[in-house]
Protein backbone atom coordinates (compact mmCIF):
# COMPACT_ATOMS: atom_id res chain seq x y z
CA UNK A 1 0.00 0.00 0.00
CA UNK A 2 1.89 3.20 -1.17
CA UNK A 3 0.80 6.23 1.37
CA UNK A 4 3.53 8.62 -0.82
CA UNK A 5 3.06 8.61 -4.26
CA UNK A 6 4.51 10.52 -6.80
CA UNK A 7 3.18 10.27 -10.21
CA UNK A 8 5.99 11.66 -12.09
CA UNK A 9 9.02 9.61 -12.51
CA UNK A 10 10.56 12.14 -14.49
CA UNK A 11 10.45 15.82 -15.13
CA UNK A 12 13.05 18.00 -17.52
CA UNK A 13 13.32 21.79 -17.27
CA UNK A 14 15.07 24.49 -18.38
CA UNK A 15 18.43 26.33 -16.59
CA UNK A 16 16.84 29.22 -14.54
CA UNK A 17 13.22 28.38 -15.09
CA UNK A 18 10.82 27.02 -12.11
CA UNK A 19 10.59 23.07 -11.26
CA UNK A 20 8.02 22.06 -9.74
CA UNK A 21 7.37 18.38 -8.17
CA UNK A 22 4.78 17.05 -6.78
CA UNK A 23 3.67 14.76 -3.69
CA UNK A 24 0.43 13.27 -2.81
CA UNK A 25 -0.06 10.88 0.49
CA UNK A 26 -3.11 9.06 1.76
CA UNK A 27 -2.87 8.76 5.18
CA UNK A 28 -4.34 11.73 7.07
CA UNK A 29 -2.46 11.42 10.17
CA UNK A 30 0.46 12.43 8.71
CA UNK A 31 2.17 15.78 9.94
CA UNK A 32 4.97 15.95 8.90
CA UNK A 33 6.77 15.97 5.56
CA UNK A 34 10.03 15.99 4.06
CA UNK A 35 11.79 16.37 0.63
CA UNK A 36 15.03 14.38 0.15
CA UNK A 37 17.68 14.95 -2.93
CA UNK A 38 19.74 11.60 -4.22
CA UNK A 39 22.43 11.74 -6.50
CA UNK A 40 23.58 8.75 -7.90
CA UNK A 41 25.88 6.13 -6.00
CA UNK A 42 24.82 8.59 -3.05
CA UNK A 43 22.31 8.28 -0.06
CA UNK A 44 19.75 11.01 0.04
CA UNK A 45 19.84 14.36 1.67
CA UNK A 46 17.75 16.14 3.05
CA UNK A 47 16.57 19.29 1.50
CA UNK A 48 13.72 21.34 2.89
CA UNK A 49 10.34 19.73 5.57
CA UNK A 50 7.05 21.36 6.60
CA UNK A 51 4.88 20.47 9.51
CA UNK A 52 0.93 20.38 8.77
CA UNK A 53 0.80 23.55 11.01
CA UNK A 54 2.02 24.84 7.99
CA UNK A 55 1.34 25.69 4.29
CA UNK A 56 4.63 26.93 3.59
CA UNK A 57 8.17 26.54 4.09
CA UNK A 58 11.07 28.59 2.16
CA UNK A 59 14.79 27.76 1.86
CA UNK A 60 16.72 30.28 -0.59
CA UNK A 61 15.54 29.05 -3.97
CA UNK A 62 13.47 25.62 -2.37
CA UNK A 63 9.84 26.58 -1.41
CA UNK A 64 7.36 23.43 -0.23
CA UNK A 65 3.84 24.00 -0.42
CA UNK A 66 1.51 21.53 2.11
CA UNK A 67 -2.62 21.54 0.85
CA UNK A 68 -3.48 19.32 3.81
CA UNK A 69 -7.17 19.13 2.36
CA UNK A 70 -6.04 17.89 -1.16
CA UNK A 71 -3.32 15.63 1.11
CA UNK A 72 -1.01 17.19 -1.77
CA UNK A 73 2.50 18.68 -0.95
CA UNK A 74 4.93 20.25 -3.87
CA UNK A 75 8.11 21.46 -4.10
CA UNK A 76 9.41 24.19 -6.31
CA UNK A 77 12.79 25.34 -7.40
CA UNK A 78 13.56 28.89 -8.41
CA UNK A 79 15.42 29.12 -10.24
CA UNK A 80 16.46 25.93 -11.61
CA UNK A 81 20.50 25.01 -11.80
CA UNK A 82 22.12 21.92 -13.44
CA UNK A 83 23.09 21.20 -10.04
CA UNK A 84 19.73 20.40 -9.19
CA UNK A 85 19.80 17.48 -11.00
CA UNK A 86 19.07 14.28 -9.20
CA UNK A 87 16.30 12.55 -7.71
CA UNK A 88 13.97 13.84 -5.13
CA UNK A 89 12.19 11.71 -3.14
CA UNK A 90 9.49 12.98 -0.48
CA UNK A 91 8.29 11.38 2.96
CA UNK A 92 5.62 11.91 5.59
CA UNK A 93 5.82 10.48 8.68
CA UNK A 94 2.99 10.41 12.14
CA UNK A 95 4.44 11.83 14.94
CA UNK A 96 7.88 11.47 14.49
CA UNK A 97 7.53 7.79 13.57
CA UNK A 98 8.22 5.90 10.79
CA UNK A 99 8.90 7.80 7.34
CA UNK A 100 7.17 6.26 4.44
CA UNK A 101 8.96 7.22 0.83
CA UNK A 102 7.42 8.27 -1.97
CA UNK A 103 8.75 6.47 -5.39
CA UNK A 104 11.23 9.45 -6.25
CA UNK A 105 10.72 12.31 -9.74
CA UNK A 106 13.96 12.35 -11.58
CA UNK A 107 14.77 16.06 -12.52
CA UNK A 108 17.08 17.35 -15.01
CA UNK A 109 17.68 20.79 -15.69
CA UNK A 110 19.11 21.40 -19.02
CA UNK A 111 21.76 24.36 -19.52
CA UNK B 1 31.58 15.74 10.91
CA UNK B 2 32.17 12.59 9.26
CA UNK B 3 29.15 11.39 7.70
CA UNK B 4 27.11 7.80 8.16
CA UNK B 5 29.45 5.28 7.10
CA UNK B 6 28.25 2.14 4.94
CA UNK B 7 30.05 -1.26 3.71
CA UNK B 8 30.43 -3.16 1.48
CA UNK B 9 29.29 -0.19 -1.37
CA UNK B 10 28.48 -3.49 -3.62
CA UNK B 11 27.85 -6.89 -3.13
CA UNK B 12 27.01 -10.09 -5.61
CA UNK B 13 26.07 -13.14 -3.93
CA UNK B 14 24.39 -16.47 -4.98
CA UNK B 15 20.55 -17.09 -3.55
CA UNK B 16 20.60 -19.12 -0.29
CA UNK B 17 23.75 -17.24 0.58
CA UNK B 18 24.55 -15.22 3.36
CA UNK B 19 25.66 -11.65 3.63
CA UNK B 20 26.23 -8.74 5.99
CA UNK B 21 26.41 -4.87 6.04
CA UNK B 22 27.67 -2.67 8.38
CA UNK B 23 26.98 0.52 9.48
CA UNK B 24 28.27 3.16 11.39
CA UNK B 25 26.71 6.08 12.22
CA UNK B 26 27.18 10.31 12.40
CA UNK B 27 28.83 10.20 16.15
CA UNK B 28 26.22 11.33 19.26
CA UNK B 29 22.89 9.93 16.78
CA UNK B 30 21.59 7.67 19.01
CA UNK B 31 18.67 6.71 16.34
CA UNK B 32 19.45 4.47 13.75
CA UNK B 33 17.44 3.29 11.04
CA UNK B 34 17.90 0.65 8.18
CA UNK B 35 16.15 1.12 4.99
CA UNK B 36 15.67 -1.17 1.62
CA UNK B 37 15.65 0.25 -1.52
CA UNK B 38 14.48 -1.67 -4.45
CA UNK B 39 14.97 -0.29 -7.66
CA UNK B 40 12.38 2.34 -9.22
CA UNK B 41 10.93 2.59 -5.18
CA UNK B 42 11.24 4.70 -2.56
CA UNK B 43 13.60 3.23 0.57
CA UNK B 44 11.33 1.50 2.77
CA UNK B 45 11.79 0.98 6.62
CA UNK B 46 13.35 -2.15 8.11
CA UNK B 47 14.27 -1.30 11.08
CA UNK B 48 15.11 1.76 13.65
CA UNK B 49 17.15 1.18 16.46
CA UNK B 50 17.06 4.09 19.76
CA UNK B 51 20.63 3.40 21.19
CA UNK B 52 20.23 -0.33 21.52
CA UNK B 53 17.14 -0.88 21.66
CA UNK B 54 14.57 -1.67 19.04
CA UNK B 55 11.98 0.69 18.31
CA UNK B 56 10.06 -0.19 14.76
CA UNK B 57 10.97 -3.53 13.41
CA UNK B 58 7.42 -4.61 11.60
CA UNK B 59 8.72 -4.48 8.40
CA UNK B 60 11.68 -6.82 8.74
CA UNK B 61 11.43 -10.13 7.51
CA UNK B 62 12.21 -11.85 10.55
CA UNK B 63 12.77 -15.15 9.17
CA UNK B 64 15.53 -14.22 7.18
CA UNK B 65 16.54 -10.67 8.18
CA UNK B 66 18.22 -10.10 11.27
CA UNK B 67 20.04 -6.79 12.67
CA UNK B 68 21.82 -5.71 15.80
CA UNK B 69 23.42 -2.57 16.80
CA UNK B 70 25.78 -3.54 20.02
CA UNK B 71 26.64 -0.78 22.45
CA UNK B 72 24.48 1.60 20.54
CA UNK B 73 26.98 2.81 18.09
CA UNK B 74 27.83 0.73 14.90
CA UNK B 75 24.67 -2.01 13.30
CA UNK B 76 24.72 -4.70 11.02
CA UNK B 77 22.11 -6.11 9.22
CA UNK B 78 22.10 -9.62 7.64
CA UNK B 79 20.34 -11.68 5.32
CA UNK B 80 20.22 -15.37 5.51
CA UNK B 81 19.36 -17.05 3.16
CA UNK B 82 19.12 -14.64 0.34
CA UNK B 83 16.65 -14.46 -2.46
CA UNK B 84 16.11 -13.09 -5.99
CA UNK B 85 13.86 -9.90 -4.50
CA UNK B 86 16.47 -9.15 -1.68
CA UNK B 87 18.55 -7.66 -4.93
CA UNK B 88 18.48 -3.67 -3.27
CA UNK B 89 20.21 -0.90 -2.09
CA UNK B 90 20.15 -0.54 1.66
CA UNK B 91 20.65 2.58 3.20
CA UNK B 92 21.81 3.06 6.87
CA UNK B 93 20.77 6.66 8.29
CA UNK B 94 20.87 8.09 11.75
CA UNK B 95 19.51 11.21 13.57
CA UNK B 96 20.67 12.73 16.85
CA UNK B 97 17.62 11.37 18.61
CA UNK B 98 13.91 9.44 18.02
CA UNK B 99 11.65 11.41 16.18
CA UNK B 100 14.57 13.76 15.43
CA UNK B 101 13.20 14.56 11.70
CA UNK B 102 16.60 14.79 9.75
CA UNK B 103 18.01 11.74 8.88
CA UNK B 104 21.60 11.36 7.34
CA UNK B 105 21.88 8.82 5.17
CA UNK B 106 24.58 6.63 4.67
CA UNK B 107 25.50 6.05 0.17
CA UNK B 108 24.52 2.55 0.39
CA UNK B 109 24.93 -0.92 -0.42
CA UNK B 110 23.94 -2.34 -3.62
CA UNK B 111 23.03 -6.14 -3.34
CA UNK B 112 22.22 -8.12 -6.32
CA UNK B 113 21.19 -11.78 -5.86
CA UNK B 114 21.94 -14.13 -8.38
Known amino acids: DQQVKQNSPSLSVQEGRISILNCDYT??????FLWYKKYPAEGPTFLIS?????DKNEDGRFTVFLNKSAKHLSLHIVPSQPGDSAVYFC??????????FGTGTSLTVIP | EAGVAQSPRYKIIEKRQSVAFWCNPI?????LYWYQQILGQGPKLLIQ????????DSQLPKDRFSAERLKGVDSTLKIQPAKLEDSAVYLC????????????FGPGTRLTVT
Open chain 2, 49 to 56: FQNNGVVD
Open chain 1, 50 to 54: ISSIK
Open chain 2, 27 to 31: SGHAT
Open chain 1, 91 to 100: AASAGGNQFY
Open chain 2, 93 to 104: ASSLEAGGYEQY
Open chain 1, 27 to 32: NSMFDY
